[in-house]
């Protein structure tokens, strides 16, 4: 089967950090993508991982367990800016999954 | 500069009349992915393709036709099959490979409206 889940909602502080939990389960799996999407636009990818452990750019990193099939976002320093929509994206051979995603919340 | 375009911005249709979404690439990427998201849901996947002449159904291909004659062109259709087709449409393209990085980049998408 088939699966995917991350929380539906995170609300953070302003300057704080956040990690945005997701746990898969899907055959041919290659690696763990994460975008992000603000209101009314298009996703936008942040990082992949395809081994087993963290990926740092610059205030975001992700970090994959394939043995635990979990991986998650961190984001540090949180700015107003980062309120958007996460998604957690697991990579097949051949096409990537997109779940529902995570509402991030900021607030002042 | 590179990248993806969706056309038109926004599309109004009638009821049984099919309607095509376009969606041209400048990327020189091989896949490419039409995906549908509607109000404070994720994204779920229509169709895909791999190379030129060749494509694949994903989970909701119902009511949706593709054509992929050109490697920079994938060209969406909504026909009227598809009795729920009021959404916000995406298009995406990637480098395909197996074990590797393949960040898909996508389209600012196409928001299809009911008359």
């Known amino acids: 089967g088939q699966s995917l889940e991350q929380p539906s909602e995170v609300t953070a502080v302003e300057g704080a950090i956040v990690q945005i939990n997701c746990t898969y389960q899907?055959?041919?799996?290659?690696?763990l993508s994460w975008y992000q999407q603000h209101d009314g636009g298009a996703p936008t990818f942040l990082s992949y991982n395809g081994l087993d452990g963290l990926e740092e750019t610059g205030r975001f990193s992700s970090f994959l367990s394939r043995s635990d099939s979990y991986g998650y976002l961190l984001l540090q320093e949180l700015q107003m800016k980062d309120s958007a929509s996460y998604f957690c994206?697991?990579?097949?051979?051949?096409?990537?999954?997109f779940g529902k995603g995570t509402r991030l919340h900021i607030l002042p | 500069d590179g990248g993806i375009t969706q056309s038109p911005k926004y599309l109004f249709r009638k009821e049984g009349q099919n309607v095509t979404l376009s969606c041209e690439q400048n990327l020189n990427h091989d896949a490419m992915y039409w995906y549908r998201q509607d109000p404070g849901q994720g994204l779920r996947l229509i169709y895909y393709s791999q190379i030129v002449n060749d494509f694949q159904k994903g989970d909701i291909a119902e009511g949706y036709s593709v054509s992929r004659e050109k490697k920079e062109s994938f060209p969406l259709t909504v026909t009227s099959a598809q009795k729920n087709p009021t959404a916000f449409y995406l298009c995406?393209?990637?480098?395909?490979?197996?074990?590797?990085?393949?960040?898909?980049?996508f389209g600012d998408g196409t928001r299809l409206s009911i008359l």
């Open positions: 899907t055959s041919g799996f290659y690696g």
């Open positions: 995406a393209s990637s480098i395909p490979g197996q074990g590797a990085r393949q960040p898909q980049h």
């Open positions: 994206a697991p990579n097949r051979d051949d096409k990537i999954i």
